[in-house]
């Protein structure tokens, strides 16, 4: 099963952004998505943001997901 985690962009430095995911931050390859910006947030999977996403609907899966513990 492949899961995809929004995380919120804190910095971008050329191809790679650090994104905040739950209480961690990982680095994250942005070379799928044609620019993005500090404070958008993306879909996070396998080390790559593969879409973006409305602060509504990543909000709504982050309390989804807190509510099963997955970032707990």
Excluded at 13 to 37: F, R
Excluded at 40 to 49: D, K, L, P, Q
Aim: net charge negative; aromatic share 4%.
């Amino acid at each position: 099963m492949c899961l995809g985690v929004p995380g919120k962009i804190l910095e971008i430095s050329g191809d790679m952004a650090t994104v905040e995911l739950g209480k961690a931050t990982v680095q994250v390859s942005m070379q799928l998505l044609d620019g993005g910006t500090v404070g958008e947030y993306v879909i996070v999977h396998a080390g790559f943001a593969i879409e973006r996403l409305d602060i509504d609907a990543a909000r709504k899966t982050l309390e989804a997901m807190d509510a099963f513990g997955e970032l707990s």
